[in-house]
C-alpha cells in the first residue's frame, strides 16, 4: 500500500478524497503526521497556495504529499471568494457565516452563476505536478440539504436540480471540482507506479 500525506486538516475533505482514490492508496491528514501548524496560504492562486502546502509538508515531514487549494468565484463578484473562500467572513468564521456574507452580497443579483475550483499539486521530488478541475454552477437563494461541507448547501452544478448538499458523496465526486482534479491525479499515479 501507497501511503501520501494530504495536506488538509478537513476530515470531510479527506473522507471525500479517500473515497476517490483506489484501496491501494492510503491518505494520511495533517493530523495523522502530528503537523498541527496551520500552514500559511499567502498566495494569490489556487495553484501557489496549493505549492505552499506541499512543500511546507515535504520540508518538515519528509513525506510523499500532495495538497489542494480549492474555492469558489462568483461571477458578480469578479471571482470573489475565490483563494479566501474558506475565511470570506473572516477569520475563525463557520460554513454558516460564510454562506450568509455570500448570499448577502448576491442579494439584488440576477446573475447568480459560479464555479468551484480546485488545484491539486503533487510534489515528485523538487518537481510539482498540477492537477485542475472545475464545477460549473450558481448558488441558489438558500440553503439546501445537509450532507457536504462548506458552500455545498447553497451551490447547485449544472445540469442538476439540487445542491451538492442533497447529493450523495459518490455522486458529488462525479462532477465536482475536486472529483475531476483528483481523477486526474489517481490516472497520474496509476501510471507512474
Avoid: W
Avoid at 29 to 47: M, N, Q, R, V
Avoid at 111 to 140: H, K, M, T, W
Amino acid at each position: 500500500m501507497t501511503e501520501f500525506v494530504f495536506a488538509t486538516h478537513n476530515a470531510g475533505k479527506l473522507k471525500e478524497l479517500q473515497a476517490m482514490v483506489p484501496p491501494s492508496i492510503k491518505l494520511l491528514s495533517l493530523d495523522d503526521i502530528g503537523c498541527h501548524e496551520e500552514i500559511p496560504e499567502t498566495e494569490t492562486t489556487f495553484k501557489g497556495n496549493a505549492l505552499l502546502k506541499a512543500q511546507h509538508v515535504q520540508k518538515h515531514y519528509g513525506l510523499p504529499c500532495f495538497a489542494d487549494d480549492s474555492g469558489l468565484e462568483v461571477t458578480a463578484l469578479d471571482g470573489a471568494p475565490g483563494v479566501y473562500t474558506a475565511r470570506y467572513a473572516g477569520v475563525g468564521c463557520t460554513s454558516d457565516d460564510n454562506m450568509d456574507k455570500l448570499l448577502a452580497a448576491l442579494e439584488n443579483q440576477s446573475d447568480r452563476s459560479a464555479r468551484f475550483v480546485c488545484v491539486i499539486a503533487l510534489l515528485q521530488g523538487n518537481e510539482a505536478v498540477y492537477f485542475e478541475g472545475f464545477c460549473p454552477g450558481e448558488i441558489l437563494s438558500e440553503r439546501q440539504g445537509t450532507d457536504g461541507f462548506g458552500y455545498d448547501p447553497i451551490f447547485k452544478p449544472n445540469g442538476f436540480d439540487r445542491s451538492f448538499a442533497q447529493m450523495t458523496m459518490a455522486e458529488k465526486s462525479a462532477i465536482s471540482h475536486r472529483g475531476k482534479a483528483v481523477a486526474q491525479l489517481v490516472a497520474f499515479l496509476k501510471n507512474s507506479q
